[in-house]
Nanobody, 126 residues
Framework: VQLVESGGGSVQAGGSLRLSCAVS????????MGWFRQTPGKERAGVAF???????TYGDSVKGRFTISKDNAKRTLYLQMNTLKAEDTGMYYC?????????????????????WGQGTQVTVSS
């Protein structure tokens, strides 16, 4: 299965962006999908996750500002990012795996996910 992100870009602080992650084919019936952010010299950190049954979790730094959602018919995952801050800057990666292997509960371990997109850069200027 392939994951393809889109929607990154540059925006001023306070602005919004929406990321998309298209899944190439049907996935596990029980799955966890979500977004990680990585900055230079740091490990990938979980941002937001959603399960096949609709359970949603967010990292503390994005609660109230970011919204994760999915469109099952389009096999697409979204991340709506509002009120962006400079510290939201980074490479955003879409990740997915079987729900029996990974958990959406924070802290979410990037190393547990087997399926990744190529990443999309988000730059927020202050």
């Amino acid at each position: 299965v392939q994951l393809v992100e889109s929607g990154g870009g540059s925006v001023q602080a306070g602005g919004s962006l929406r990321l998309s992650c298209a899944v190439s084919r049907s996935f596990y019936r029980d799955y966890v999908m979500g977004w990680f952010r990585q900055t230079p010299g740091k490990e990938r950190a979980g941002v937001a996750f959603i399960t096949s049954d609709g359970t949603i979790t967010y990292g503390d730094s994005v609660k109230g500002r970011f919204t994760i959602s999915k469109d099952n018919a389009k096999r697409t995952l979204y991340l709506q990012m509002n009120t962006l801050k400079a510290e939201d800057t980074g490479m955003y990666y879409c990740a997915a795996d079987w729900g029996g292997r990974v958990s959406p509960r924070f802290p979410v371990a990037a190393a547990d996910f087997r399926y990744w997109g190529q990443g999309t850069q988000v730059t927020v200027s202050s």
